[in-house]
């Protein structure tokens, strides 16, 4: 069983892109998290792009053959119907993940199209989300 995990725009830059949110962790260092989240049970796949299309097109590809999957749309969180729309011809289980806890920021952070689809929402634990909604993903999917 594999597990989708998809960061949207300006994550490749985590470590770098304002540690005082996003802490000093990189984006490998959160998929190497995952990859020990998920044990010898699941696999991950573990991607990033700073495009809408290639996630829409990611989602797709999800169809099928993930038994779940952990999104952090980042900015595209607060703006595309397009994602929320992939998302729901999507089957199994969705967990939306932020790093930052984005309802303590500015106010445009506040709403989510995505939460609209999610089966559950993570944020403000920084990298060990990710590990918890894969965690979330294993117990709910079996061995
Ligand atoms: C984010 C929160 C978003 O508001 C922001 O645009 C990001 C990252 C987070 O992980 O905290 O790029 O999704």
Same mark, same amino acid.
């Given at each position: 069983? *594999?597990? @989708?995990? =998809?960061?949207?725009?300006?994550?490749?830059? =985590? +470590?770098? #892109?304002?540690?005082?949110?996003? +802490? @000093?962790? *990189?984006?490998?260092?959160?998929?190497?998290?995952? %990859?020990?989240?998920?044990?010898?049970?699941?696999?991950?796949?573990?991607?990033?792009?700073?495009?809408?299309?290639?996630?829409?097109?990611?989602?797709?590809?999800? %169809?099928?053959?993930?038994?779940?999957?952990?999104?952090?749309? $980042?900015?595209?969180?607060?703006?595309?119907? !397009?994602?929320?729309?992939?998302? *729901? $011809?999507?089957? +199994?289980?969705?967990? &939306?993940?932020?790093?930052?806890?984005?309802? %303590? #920021? &500015? !106010?445009?952070?506040? @709403?989510?199209?995505?939460?609209?689809?999610?089966?559950?929402?993570?944020? +403000?634990?920084?990298?060990?989300?990710?590990? !918890?909604?894969? #965690? @979330?993903?294993? $117990?709910?999917?079996?061995?």
């Amino acid at each position: 069983k *594999t597990i @989708h995990v =998809l960061n949207g725009p300006n994550l490749n830059l =985590l +470590g770098q #892109r304002e540690p005082a949110i996003y +802490g @000093h962790q *990189t984006l490998a260092d959160i998929e190497t998290l995952c %990859r020990k989240a998920a044990g010898d049970t699941h696999d991950v796949r573990f991607r990033q792009s700073n495009w809408e299309g290639q996630i829409v097109d990611w989602i797709h590809e999800a %169809r099928g053959s993930a038994c779940g999957i952990v999104i952090n749309p $980042a900015a595209l969180t607060h703006s595309s119907i !397009a994602i929320l729309d992939a998302l *729901t $011809a999507f089957d +199994g289980p969705v967990i &939306e993940v932020h790093l930052s806890q984005v309802h %303590r #920021r &500015e !106010a445009f952070r506040h @709403h989510s199209y995505v939460s609209q689809r999610a089966d559950g929402v993570i944020a +403000g634990l920084g990298p060990q989300g990710y590990a !918890a909604a894969i #965690r @979330h993903i294993v $117990a709910l999917t079996g061995d």
